[in-house]
């Protein structure tokens, strides 16, 4: 499919959910959460690139209230709406940790988000489904206010996009990981009114 008729709304509500830029702990590969890092050099290189890729603009942009998400929106919009909603999963205890580390740490908890990645909580967070509540009826919400034909952007983070990805695609949310996409990737979705459905998963512009 050409890049054109990928974003080209049609008769529907066209969404870009986009993935914030890299960040230092995201390099690191340690849990990230709701701590609130900036972007680094490398993340700031590929918001730069959102802004002179995308190939539309939006009619309106959303955004995390995080910095990582509000530094990557302001790379390709001038006025940016901030919902609280749109935050990543607060992974509790764990940020700030690599994965051995939060192994070694949190053996228990990892026993059972191997068998149910999308209820258990991260220890002193949030659980996957939480997410999906919080950011399901809200990005409805915004979408309801919007006509057909129109273009929005979501600038938010890799569990929240994952989890609506595999939500919208009626999938159970242990699925959930299977949609991860990298830093500034875009997951495109139509909205019709009653409905999202998936037209492209991990769109990048080229780096």
Same mark, same amino acid.
């Given at each position: 499919m ?6 080209? &709304?049609?008769? %529907?509500?066209?969404?870009a ?11 690191e +590969? ?10 680094? %050099?490398?993340? %700031?290189? *590929? ?6 890729g995308? &190939?539309?603009?939006?009619?309106r942009?959303?955004?995390? &209230?995080l ?16 919902v ?5 999963m ?7 940790l690599?994965?051995?580390e ?14 149910d ?10 659980s996957? +489904? ?10 409805? /919400?915004?979408?309801s *206010?919007?006509? &057909?034909g /129109? ?11 994952a ?7 009626? %999938?159970?949310? *242990? ?24 037209r ?6 080229a780096?």
């Amino acid at each position: 499919m050409r890049v054109v008729d990928v974003w080209d &709304p049609g008769t %529907e509500l066209l969404v870009a959910l986009v993935r914030h830029g890299q960040t230092a702990w995201n390099a690191e +590969k340690r849990f990230l959460g709701v701590t609130d890092l900036d972007l680094d %050099e490398e993340g %700031e290189r *590929q918001a730069l690139t959102l802004q002179n890729g995308l &190939p539309v603009g939006f009619d309106r942009v959303y955004c995390s &209230p995080l910095t990582r998400a509000r530094r990557t929106a302001a790379a390709f919009a001038t006025q940016v709406s901030i919902v609280p909603e749109f935050a990543e999963m607060n992974q509790g205890e764990l940020e700030g940790l690599d994965r051995a580390e939060a192994v070694a740490r949190f053996p228990d908890f990892f026993s059972a988000w191997t068998a149910d990645r999308g209820h258990v909580c991260a220890p002193g967070g949030e659980s996957v +489904k939480d997410v999906v509540s919080r950011t399901l009826s809200r990005l409805t /919400e915004i979408c309801s *206010q919007h006509r &057909p034909g /129109e273009k929005i952007a979501v600038v938010s983070h890799q569990i929240v996009i994952a989890s609506l990805t595999c939500t919208f695609r009626g %999938e159970p949310l *242990q699925h959930w990981s299977n949609h991860g996409i990298p830093n500034t990737a875009v997951t495109l979705v139509g909205w019709d009114g009653a409905r999202f459905s998936v037209r492209e998963r991990g769109w990048r512009v080229a780096q």
